[in-house]
């Protein structure tokens, strides 16, 4: 089964930084993409970042643009997240997750 273990996470001073780690098992890594989500304390969940399953496409929510990296190493089945200038908003429970995707439905706007 899918098994994601995050690590690296702790307490950072306001411009510090971090480096998120998770290791993933169960599945065939290489072939999929993977994203970081988060959960600010009394918040909803917010997606961060997401990167294809060969580093070609990678993503990023407009509040931490150019202050995060997100990488992988496919042959350690690992997933990165290197956060730089650490603002208190910042603050969260992060989670790494496999994306998955549905058949798709067409949606057509037309007169």
């Known amino acids: 089964q899918v098994q994601l273990v995050e690590s690296g996470g702790g307490l950072a001073q306001p411009g510090g930084s971090l480096r998120l780690s998770c290791a993933a098992s169960?599945?065939?890594?290489?072939?999929?993409?993977m994203s970081w989500a988060r959960q600010a304390p009394g918040k909803g969940l917010e997606w961060v970042s997401g990167?294809?399953?060969?580093?070609?496409?990678?993503y990023y929510i407009d509040s931490v643009k150019g202050r995060f990296t997100v990488s992988r190493d496919n042959a350690k089945n690992t997933l990165y997240l290197q956060m730089n200038s650490l603002k208190p908003e910042d603050t969260a429970l992060y989670y790494c997750?496999?994306?998955?995707w549905g058949q798709g439905t067409q949606v057509t706007v037309s007169s």
């Open positions: 990167i294809s399953n060969d580093s070609s496409d990678i």
């Open positions: 997750f496999v994306p998955t």
């Open positions: 169960g599945f065939t890594f290489s072939s999929h993409a």
